[in-house]
């Protein structure tokens, strides 16, 4: 079955780099139609969408937040990446990998998520 | 980038009862829209996706209508385990979410 796992620091420093981890399984990123999503959610609040990943190595990324994310797979871990600059209190949210597959791209499996706390 | 706009903020029900949410964009998305079921401290669930698609697993209660701009996700007679938050998503353009409905017992 198809499951998926985000993995990283609970507590960074503000101005700090966020490196998360998502590890999955029951599916290839090298399939054609296969995404995987960041997505993140502050404590209280309502999701947004970070970045997403393709099986032919497309990268897309929120427009407010493009210049502090990058995104990257390794296919033969079954793992995507993300790293994000310059961590800010604000950022303080749950982490959320999901999939997505096909020609819709809606988020059909997700991760548990992971919390990341932004303070000195 | 479009903006989605979810209604009520909080919906109180009986249980038993019908739920109406509503999720307005703020441009056309077609049928890319998808509803979401999340309750605290877990991931969202995949409820509807293609504005009326029930995904895998999704009991009949739940039901999503609506094109372009105006959708509407009901839940025909809520059960105890429906009592969550419920997101819009449009994947028409890009990817963006409402800001939820909570639905509590009455």
């Known amino acids: 079955q198809v499951t998926l796992r985000e993995s990283g620091p609970a507590l960074v420093k503000p101005t700090q780099t966020l490196t998360l981890t998502c590890t999955f399984s029951?599916?290839?990123?090298?399939?054609?139609?296969?995404?995987v999503s960041w997505i993140r959610q502050p404590p209280g609040k309502a999701l947004e969408w970070l970045a997403l990943?393709?099986?032919?190595?497309?990268?897309y990324y929120s427009t407010s937040l493009k210049t502090r994310l990058t995104i990257s797979k390794d296919t033969s871990k079954n793992q995507v990446v993300l790293t994000m600059t310059k961590m800010d209190p604000v950022d303080t949210a749950t982490y959320y990998c999901?999939?997505?597959?096909?020609?819709?791209?809606?988020?059909?499996?997700w991760g548990q998520g992971t919390l990341v706390t932004v303070s000195s | 980038e479009i903006v989605m706009t979810q209604s009520p903020a909080t919906l109180s029900v009986s249980p038993g009862e019908r739920a109406t949410l509503s999720c307005r964009t703020s441009q056309s998305v077609s049928s890319n829209l998808a509803w979401y079921q999340q309750k605290p401290g877990q991931a969202p669930r995949l409820l509807i996706y293609g504005a009326s698609t029930r995904a895998t697993g999704i009991p009949a209660r739940f039901s999503g209508s609506g094109s372009g701009t105006e959708f509407t996700l009901t839940i025909s007679s809520l059960q105890s385990e429906d009592f969550a938050v419920y997101y819009c998503q449009q994947y028409n353009n890009w990817w963006t979410f409402g800001q939820g409905t909570k639905v509590e017992i009455k």
């Open positions: 999901a999939r997505t597959y096909g020609d819709l791209y809606y988020f059909d499996y």
């Open positions: 990943i393709d099986w032919d190595d497309d990268k």
């Open positions: 029951g599916f290839s990123l090298s399939t054609g139609g296969m995404c």
